[in-house]
């Protein structure tokens, strides 16, 4: 039985989306310095948009929000063995906020970003 084709171009456009920001992650980290800040925010941004086109695929719907603990729980009732991934994901939520605006008092350091895209991938 042939796929939906909006549902199939909608799944690639978030898939397609996530890919992207692991590309800018992974091109920010080569300057030195590193831009770190973005490199952890393209992080989450990645594994977010990854989560939606799963729940996308599976039709269903979920809400305006950047927790990727709920998006994975989201996903695991779709397919138990991916608890493990969605879990991994959780770190990465607060790198949708944090160091994303001016008066941070500290910015994320090269390891903290490498370790942000190492678990986004």
Known sequence: MPHDPELVAETRAWISRAKMDLDTATFELTPEPPFAADVVFHAQQAAEKALKGLLTWHSSPFRKTHNLEELGEQCVRFDPALKPLADRSVPLTKY???YRYPGEPEQ?????????LALAR
Not at 108 to 116: D, G, K, L, V, Y
Request: avoid cysteine.
């Open 96 to 98: 949708a906020w944090k």
């Open 108 to 116: 994320p350091t090269r390891e903290e970003a490498e370790s942000a």
